[in-house]
């Protein structure tokens, strides 16, 4: 019997070694054609977090690196001031049920982005709660990336734009007065 369990550990252990030395060999193989070249240009700049705090970033298409922006007098992050500096209400800004902007709108933005004088900008799309809430989040996307392309139109940089449909209310949506309210995009400037 105990020769019988010798002879089966041998074989095993040699059925092991087979295998670990096809898998290396493979492995191995394998290893030397997956080699990776990867060229590209690195883009560095700045990104705003959402608090107005400055990172440092570069991106190559594959991996990106960010790094907090520090003060080198005292470690501490380096971070604008942020404040919602305007709030137009899309019955003025836009169509019904649309995000194209009117003329009197886009003029009314450009105004604002030549004026304003932000190091960048946040832009947020809100609606009412008469759609449902998949159409009110892409209607309010969609408001939301028409104002940043006009503050892009004349240099202005935009930091983010968010649509938010009928998420963050400011009026509760049980009167017209209030729905209206609720009908707004927010600019908010990072100075």
Known sequence: MIDKLTR??????GMIAVLASAWTIGAGSALAQDTVTVTGRVEPGLWVDPDGCLHW???????????????????????????????????VLFHTDSARLTSTGRQQLQQFFSS????????????DSRASD???????????ASVANVARSVGARVAREIGYGERRPVAPNDSAANMQRNRRVEIVCYR
Request: proline letters at 3%; hydrophobic letters at 35%; aromatic letters at 8%.
């Open 57 to 91: 970033v570069a991106d190559g298409g594959v991996e990106g690196y960010m790094s907090g922006r520090v003060n080198p007098q005292d470690g501490m992050p380096v971070c604008l001031d942020v404040n919602t500096c305007a709030v137009s209400n899309t019955d």
């Open 134 to 144: 998949e159409y009110n989040m892409r209607l309010s996307q969609r408001r939301a």
């Open 116 to 127: 304003a004088g932000a190091f960048a900008y946040a832009i947020y799309g809100h609606t």
């Open 8 to 13: 089966m550990s041998a074989r095993t252990i």
